[in-house]
């Protein structure tokens, strides 16, 4: 089994900075990239920003593109999500998931397309 455990989420105001980490564990799987997504309360689960394992290839959802950096280390097996900027409507519960699909980068916005998940951390951004 994988297990994936989110950290570094909390309450900040308008403006300020927080860093997401998401350590997976558990059986060896082959990972063909990361991705973080949010779900606030009443709406879907929706895309943030995914990763390639060897951190070559980075998508962006458009309302993040400038404020937010996906990274990776894989040696730590940990995947970070640094946001600047923040904004209320950036409230929400957030996953990291983790894709062993082979046409992960056909797809990587795609929820379908991660294998694990994580519990989710929560982040809420007060203006």
């Known amino acids: 089994q994988v297990q994936l455990a989110e950290s570094g989420g909390g309450l900040v105001q308008a403006g300020d900075s927080l860093r997401l980490s998401c350590v997976a564990s558990?059986?060896?799987?082959?990972?063909?990239?990361m991705g973080w997504f949010r779900q606030a309360p009443g709406k879907e689960r929706e895309f943030v920003a995914s990763?390639?394992?060897?951190?070559?290839?980075?998508t962006y959802a458009d309302s993040v593109k400038g404020r937010f950096t996906i990274s990776t280390n894989s040696a730590k097996n940990t995947v970070y999500l640094q946001m600047n900027s923040l904004k209320p409507e950036d409230t929400a519960v957030y996953y990291c998931?983790?894709?062993?699909?082979?046409?992960?980068?056909?797809?990587?916005?795609?929820?379908?397309?991660?294998?694990?998940w994580g519990q989710g951390t929560q982040v809420t951004v007060s203006s």
């Open positions: 998931g983790r894709s062993s699909n082979i046409d992960y980068a056909s797809r990587p916005s795609t929820p379908t397309i991660y294998n694990y």
């Open positions: 558990g059986r060896t799987v082959a990972t063909f990239g």
């Open positions: 990763i390639t394992w060897d951190g070559d290839i980075t």
